[in-house]
């Protein structure tokens, strides 16, 4: 700097020397944190988790009333067992006796005046029309004897199939309308288990494949095969469902029940 003396010109310059750290230290920025990123999950992680299924009957359905009536006897109780064609419930169905009583005495009555028609017709005493209206009466006689058969065959709740009563929707001396729930049933002569796996396994998954299962309420492993393959992949979660069946009979086992499918890539 001119005009100063030498001495202040080099005092000067040792100052802006020793301040030159600290005002460069202050002008930098910090430098950004480089973000830390997520660990991503192996594919083979996601297949070994764990596979949860539900055993679910081989056939179920709701029972309802096809007639209004009253209950006179539920003949199986909720949770026994029964055989196909058995009766389950049976109506009191007394009008429907006395209206079949009723159509079956006209129809012998129609009979009657028909077949003496017919008689007169071969003598020419009466005319075709008669003894076509006289016929048509006596039709019209049976089928309503036939229709009242059908409706008292109603009267009994037959069974569908062998199985189990799951519950039990009505009492006895109950009065219930037409289509309304009596009974639930199901069939578990065979359980099926529904599950998702991946969509990959499908190279080497293939019906009546081996596998076992292991159910919680009897921690128990039991057999069981693959039944159905599912016809349609998932794009998003890239499985497929399948269904299999639990290979033999335990009669610890109950709809319902659920547990682990083990099975793993070969």
Known sequence: MPGLPLGCRRRLSASLLALAPCTLGLAQPAAPASPVAAPATPRSAIEKQD???QLAPRRYTTLAAEVGAKINRIEVAEGARFHAGQALILFDCSLQQAQLQKVKAAL?????TYNAN???AELNSI???ELEVSQAEANKARADVSYMNISL????LIAPFNGRVAEQRAREQQY?????ALLDILDDSLLELDFIVPSKWLIWLKPNQKLQVAIDETGKQYPARILRIGARVDPVSQ????????????DELMAGMSGKVLIAPP
């Open 153 to 156: 065959d109603k009267c009994r």
């Open 127 to 129: 005319s075709k029309l």
């Open 51 to 53: 596979i949860r299924a």
């Open 118 to 120: 017919r008689r007169l």
């Open 108 to 112: 012998a009555g129609a009979d009657q």
């Open 176 to 180: 219930v309308q037409p289509g309304q």
């Open 239 to 250: 499985s497929i469902k399948l269904t299999a069946a639990i290979d033999g009979q335990f």
